[in-house]
C-alpha cells in the first residue's frame, strides 16, 4: 500500500502541522 515511505512521512508532516494550525484556530474560537 505505502510504496513512498518518504512521501508518506511529508504527507503525514504536513497533516500533523495542518491539524495542529486547526486546532489553535478551534482554541481561538472558543476563546
Do not use: H, Q
Request: charged share 30%; hydrophobic share 25%; aromatic share 6%.
Amino acid at each position: 500500500m505505502s510504496n513512498n515511505n518518504g512521501g508518506s512521512v511529508k504527507r503525514t508532516l504536513r497533516e500533523k502541522k495542518f491539524i495542529e494550525a486547526y486546532i489553535e484556530n478551534c482554541g481561538n474560537a472558543t476563546e
